[in-house]
Nanobody
Framework: QVQLVESGGGLVQPGGSLRPSCAAS????????MGWYRQAPGKKRELVAAISSAGSTTYADSMKGRFTISRDNAKRTVYLQMNSLKPEDTAVYYC?????????????WGQGTQVTVSL
């Protein structure tokens, strides 16, 4: 089992940037596909971006060109660089581990980090 701990959320003005990170426990982190999801109040949790164990990336259409997911296997950490943030990006952002991108079964979820985009 892998434990995930997110950090780096916060309050930012529209057009600003944030870079939350997700630290994982366990030596087999490098074998997992990692993802970021988000859930806004009253809405379903949705995929933001995912990265395979080999480094291939996938993004939701509304995040393409603004968000970048990356991973550092040596640090067992996955990052989400978020640029040009909009108020509609306000949500709790969750880190997720799966055996592979698109797998229907999650290995683990983090506790979430709040991102608020507002003046």
């Amino acid at each position: 089992q892998v434990q995930l701990v997110e950090s780096g959320g916060g309050l930012v003005q529209p057009g600003g940037s944030l870079r939350p990170s997700c630290a994982a426990s366990g030596s087999i982190f490098r074998t997992y596909a990692m993802g970021w999801y988000r859930q806004a109040p009253g809405k379903k949790r949705e995929l933001v971006a995912a990265i395979s164990s080999a480094g291939s990336t996938t993004y939701a259409d509304s995040m393409k060109g603004r968000f970048t997911i990356s991973r550092d296997n040596a640090k067992r950490t996955v990052y989400l660089q978020m640029n040009s943030l909009k108020p509609e990006d306000t949500a709790v952002y969750y880190c997720n581990a799966r055996l592979r991108v698109g797998s229907p079964t999650s290995v683990s979820w983090g506790q979430g980090t709040q991102v608020t985009v507002s003046l």
